[in-house]
């Protein structure tokens, strides 16, 4: 399910059903490199089991095991995670090995 729009009584405003709703709270999406995968899945986890699991996801940073000699590759969380806790997640992340790359409103990425 995609985008809808809802109107009332001001501007109609966007919205996307697959995103968790905030109550109105504004969000920041935020990003995070680790090292190793196994961090990342603990940070993940971590957020999961604090704030809900569907906020953030893990990805492949880079490209595949030749590039990197053989090294396991960086790894790199990102999530969406409203104002009000999001130095909660900051400081979990930074706790878990986490390096925050990007933390911005998240209106500013539209």
């Known amino acids: 399910m995609g985008p809808s729009t809802l109107a009332g009584p001001s501007d109609a405003v966007q919205c996307d059903a697959n995103l968790p709703f905030t109550g109105g709270l504004g969000m920041r999406i935020l990003a995070a490199s680790f090292m190793t995968r196994p961090s990342a899945v603990r940070a993940l986890k971590a957020l999961d089991g604090r704030f809900g699991s569907g906020h953030a996801?893990?990805?492949?940073?880079?490209?595949?095991?030749?590039?990197t000699g053989g090294r396991q590759p960086e790894m790199i969380l990102a999530g969406r995670f409203t104002d009000d806790v999001i130095s909660a997640v900051r400081s979990a992340v930074e706790e878990l090995g986490g390096t925050v790359v990007v933390d911005v409103d998240e209106d500013r990425t539209r």
Do not use: H, S
């Open 57 to 67: 996801r893990i990805a492949v940073l880079g490209g595949n095991g030749e590039e």
